[in-house]
Structures are given as C-alpha cells and as structure tokens.
C-alpha cells in the first residue's frame, strides 16, 4: 500500500515530477522515431546512399527506446515520490528502483557514443579538408576511449554489483559522484568540440552571409545538448532530496538524448525542404495562373532531375579557392566530365596564369 509523498500525487499515481517524465519519455520516443523517419525518406526521395552515418543514428533510435522504457521504471517504483507503509513492499521497490538506476549509466553511455559517431560520420561526408578529417578521426578516438571507460565504470561502480541496491550484500562502491563529474565534463567537452568542429569551414565559405549563418546556426542547434548535460550535472549534485534529485537527472537524461537525435538529423534535411519549397512554389505558381487566366507558367526547380541537390561538400584538400557554384551530379574538368558520389556538389575552379 502506498501513502502520498510530501506533495500530493499528480496524474495516474505520479508527482509532478513523475508525470513530466512519463510524458517526455512519449514525446521524444515520438518525436526521435519521426526524425529517424524523415531522414531514411529523404535519403530514398533523393536516391542518396545510405552511409554509417545514417545507421548509426537508426541505431540510436532504438536504444532510445529501451532507455526511456528503464526510466519509467524508475519512475513507477519510487522514483516518483511514492512512500510504502509495509516494509516488505518497500524494500522490494527500493531494489526495483536502484537497479534500474544502475541501468541508466551504461545505457546512455551507448546511446550517446552512437549520437555523436553518427554526427561525425556524417560531417565526414560533407567536409573533405585534410585538417578536418584529421581532427574528426582524433575526435571518434575520444569519443571511443570514453565509452570504454565509461562502459567499465558504470558496470564495476559497486563490485559485486547488487551492493548497489541490496543492503545486504557486502561489497564495495567507488566515489559515483567524482566519476559522475568527471566523465559528464569530458562528455560536454566533446559535444562542444563536435559543435566547433566544422565552424572554420562554414565561416570561410563562398556564399552569402546569410546562407552561411543559415547553415551555421543549424549546426549550432547542438548547443541545446550542453545545456541539458550541465543541467543533468546539477540535479546530481543538487544537496536536498536525493530521490528527487535522481529523478530529476533522469528527465534530464531523456531531455538530452532526445535533442542530440534531432539535431543529428536537422542538417540532413535540406532536400526535404527543398522538395517542400518546391512543391509549395509549384502551387502557388499553378494557382496564380488559374487566377489570372494567363498561360504563363513558372517553372520551380526540380529536384527529382537531381539526386544530390542540396547536398553540399565542403572543404578542398588542396587548399585552393572554392566557389558553390551549384548542385550537379558532374565535376567538369577539361573536357571530360567525371562522376560524383551521390553527396558531391559541382566545384568550379578558376586558375589563372600570368
């Protein structure tokens, strides 16, 4: 039997707590599955190959899952302010709640290494500078080293493990709240090393300033993650209410996964806004000429006579001048025109010789 908590119950049960992370948990599962969704119908709309990139945020998608169902266990034990009045019933939802607290660590662990490989495989596919690729690979090698180490911290935190949520095992458990900080700030540092990486390039891009603060700000949307990592890292160290301030971290958790999903996607997407500008000029241009009676139409690009528009490649391993000159599937060289893998864009170099 349970008695309310110091606040009443809110809806089904919960506190507001509860309840807030119940509907989260829903929305980001929703909205993480739609953002998965466009982007595997952008890649088949534009005929673009799917790259390890693509997979990999597939991938994180469905850790999402399970994540947020472990949470929600958490939530319907006592992590959402229930008390119990038969000590028996306590004690066996105590065990419930801590070993799905114990989950949480390794779980966002692989949920968040897979976010940021996907985002750096997919910076790999547009950004081809020698310096770039360099600081990319360093980058996955951290990313790598941290998950290892943060794979083999969660696990061994307490040895035996069940000295973490059973009273009655003997064992013992390291400083959590030391190794917490500490991993939590590389893991922010590498988020914001992800944020800058690309930033040199986009800035030194020959195109209108808007267009590059467009393309910069998009990228930019990641910052949304280090605000909800710092904001995780101080309802852990938050001193009132323990179980409070778990329960808070673990919204906090859902709140960061769910935003680094959707920003991994956003700058995927510019086909499909493409298609839609498209689409919505095309009707506006077939309703003005019912309109006005007149036989002149206005031809809207297509993008289906393109497979990669759209799509961008920046950067130049020689280091020479680049000018985005337009979208094609051809590079024009001399006389011969030559292929493009299906993210490429057509580059013109002008060479002058005195």
């Not at 030194?204 to 910052?223: D, E, N, Q, V």
């Not at 906090?252 to 769910?258: K, Q």
């Amino acid at each position: 039997m349970t008695t309310p908590a110091s606040s009443a119950p809110y809806k089904l049960g919960l506190n507001h707590v509860g309840y807030t992370t119940l509907v989260i948990c829903i929305f980001f599962m929703a909205l993480s599955t739609l953002a998965a969704a466009l982007r595997v119908w952008t890649r088949v709309v534009k005929r673009a190959k799917f790259g390890i990139d693509d997979w990999l945020l597939i991938a994180s998608v469905v850790l999402f899952f399970p994540f947020c169902a472990n949470i929600l266990v958490g939530v319907y034990t006592i992590g959402s302010g229930q008390t119990y009045t038969d000590p028996l019933v306590l004690a066996s939802k105590s065990q419930q709640y801590f070993k799905s607290e114990y989950a949480i660590p390794p779980l966002y662990a692989i949920n968040v290494t897979t976010i940021k490989l996907s985002i750096l495989f997919f910076y790999r596919r547009i950004f081809t500078t020698d310096s770039f690729l360099r600081n990319n690979y360093i980058i996955i090698g951290i990313c790598t080293v941290w998950f290892v180490v943060a794979i083999i911290g969660d696990l061994l935190y307490c040895i035996p493990m069940a000295t973490f949520w059973n009273p009655e095992v003997k064992g013992k458990c390291f400083n959590f709240p030391l190794y917490f900080l500490v991993m939590e700030l590389v893991d922010m540092l590498l988020d914001i090393a992800i944020l800058c990486l690309p930033l040199k390039i986009i800035l030194s891009l020959h195109m209108p300033l808007s267009k590059r603060l467009g393309i910069l700000c998009i990228f930019l949307l990641g910052a949304l993650v280090v605000v909800t990592s710092a904001i995780r890292i101080g309802y852990v160290y938050k001193p009132s209410a323990s179980l409070l301030s778990l329960a808070q971290a673990s919204l906090w958790s859902v709140i960061n996964l769910g935003v680094a999903i959707l920003c991994a996607c956003l700058p995927t997407y510019k086909p499909l806004f493409g298609k839609l500008h498209t689409i919505g000029t095309s009707l506006w241009t077939n309703h003005f000429s019912a309109n006005s009676g007149s036989s002149t139409t206005k031809t809207a690009p297509d993008s289906h006579s393109n497979p990669t528009a759209y799509y961008y490649r920046m950067g130049d391993s020689n280091g020479n001048d680049i000018h985005m000159t337009g979208v094609s599937t051809q590079i024009q060289s001399g006389n011969k025109a030559q292929s493009l893998p299906s993210d490429g864009v057509r580059v013109q170099r002008d060479v002058h010789v005195s």
